[in-house]
């Protein structure tokens, strides 16, 4: 089984290494505040003093679970101590911008990207367990470079110990993917809070707020540098979603100021009921060898996006269904 | 104790009817549809055959619990057969639509408007439940015909046997805040679902959606027509929410394409933290005294405004803290 480094012990992080522990594999820590340090020592858990001790113990697997702000310092650090057959992967919400960071610090070809999709708006390793990332979905990123040897490393530890289900996707699909699903529903709900908090009718309006209000505004309950980094690394794709919303509420607002039909606007088909998830018993199995030409990167990341996950992980072979 | 009848046994119809009959009033309700009353008797309620049936019953209050685009056929129909003492009161989501309906069809001077900020996604008398309104805020909303006696059975009504938490508002008041804390947001919702199934990586991004889309769309998982009729009722007030939403969503989209700051638009203060609610013992209880001059009426929703709500009702008068 692989021996795993985990660099940065907050929600994410913290979350991974201690499934992992769980799961028997061999797990060390670090993090910058030594006030987590203690508290992850305290769980249990392994944990080096600084960066070049974690580095020191060659772990197969080099998991960047940094906040997005802090990945292109943090990735230089590790340039400058991680050695051998070490594979880097993150844990951040934008990939291409992590990309680019690692790249920059010369990680690029012991790197693979990564993300799981689960969180709470609660954030530090007190409010990480063994359990958040349990039926997680990941997505896996690779570019032109990704080494095959270093993915399937990478997917035997997320779809093994982390039991996770992989999508393995493009930087470029996954990042306007997230902006779709995640980083405009942060803005939008942060919107909704700062209309609310700019209107004469404040107070009782937020009296008044039923379940729906308190739903569609928790995640901009979060940390707002956290939601302002996720922005702003992926501000192609999320400028690009709010400009379709900003088109279609600037329709609907004109339809009602000026008593038009609506219709239009909520005959729209529910994505979530439109999609038929078949069993997948149903799906056509693919196995994807991983040749030296380097054409699987095309034919998996092509699956992933069409909504294929991993299945079955071979030296030589990915199987997605 | 109040007699009552329901007309409408929906999900806040047939919960307000289920909790009335836990609470031990006389409750009579009646639904146009054939199955519901079946299924409304099944669950041993009292249920007549048609509104003037229940109208004949001569109930203190009676409850208008139809969806908003039924309520102008439904006020005409009981304004033929209504009779003495009865008030009309209603559940609808928007107020001033409402209350320019009762008056078209003559049932002005009997009606106080009532808004139970309660409910799910689901509808129907099978969603409902005789606890899904326990401790629910009402707003109750007074025009400048509104009877004191009438308030004073609503309140009454809305404070004792169905135990909520009641706001005096106006019309406006409450609908500008309706606007944006259920309207708007159910209006980001819907979009939100809409640039989701329109966008080329909808079926990864639908993979990939974690808790936070599901929660933030989750409203608009309801009936389309209904949130239509919601928006279009309201359409004034909706609208300018949405004007604020586009103006500030077109800022930051702008920031993003010319890599400007983004700080301001994530600085805002949180308003739910912001507010901060003294315990009511530290408040001052206002009494509001019901005089001829009808006074009370700017002054208890003056103070509504500002977050009060109904402590004690009395025959001559209203607490509000």
């Known amino acids: 089984m692989v021996s795993v480094g985990v660099l940065g012990l907050g929600l994410v992080g913290g979350s991974v290494a201690r499934?992992?522990?769980r799961a028997g594999v061999d797990v060390v820590g670090f993090d910058a505040v030594p006030a987590t340090r203690v508290a992850a020592r305290a769980a249990g858990l392994s944990v080096t003093d600084d960066v070049a001790s974690l580095c020191r113990t060659a772990p197969d697997v080099l998991v960047l679970a940094v906040p997005l702000r802090a990945?292109?310092?943090v990735a230089a650090e590790v340039a400058r101590h991680v050695g051998g057959p070490t594979v880097v992967t993150d844990v951040g919400s934008v990939k291409s911008a992590v990309r680019d960071a690692v790249e920059a610090a010369g990680l690029g070809e012991r790197y693979v990207g990564a993300h799981p999709m689960a969180g709470t708006e609660r954030s530090g390793f007190a409010a990480s367990s063994e359990d958040l990332l349990d039926g997680a979905h990941w997505a896996v990123t690779v570019g032109p470079t990704t080494r095959a040897d270093a993915l399937v490393r990478v997917l035997g530890l997320l779809t093994g110990a982390l039991g996770g289900t992989v999508h393995v996707l493009t930087d470029e699909v996954h990042d306007e993917a997230a902006a779709l699903v995640s980083h405009v529903p942060h803005v939008l709900a942060t919107e909704l809070l700062g209309v609310v908090a700019d209107a004469p009718v404040r107070d009782v309006a937020l009296a008044l707020a039923a379940g729906s209000f308190r739903d569609t505004t928790r995640v901009a309950r979060?940390?707002?540098?956290r939601t302002e980094a996720m922005?702003?690394?992926?501000?192609?794709w999320v400028a690009a979603g709010l400009r379709v919303v900003v088109r279609d509420l600037e329709r609907l607002a004109l339809a009602l100021e000026t008593n038009a039909g609506v219709a239009?606007?909520?005959?729209?088909?529910?994505?979530?009921?439109?999609v038929v998830r078949p069993d997948s018993t149903h799906r056509t199995e693919h196995r994807v060898v991983l040749d030296e030409q380097g054409e699987w990167r095309t034919t998996l990341t092509g699956l992933g996006a069409r909504g294929a996950v991993v299945v079955r992980v071979q030296d030589d072979a990915v199987h997605v269904v």
């Open 264 to 274: 239009p606007f909520f005959d729209r088909p529910d994505p979530v009921r439109q």
């Open 71 to 73: 990945v292109r310092p």
């Open 222 to 225: 979060t940390d707002a540098r």
């Open 231 to 236: 922005v702003t690394d992926n501000a192609a």
């Open 19 to 21: 499934a992992l522990r």
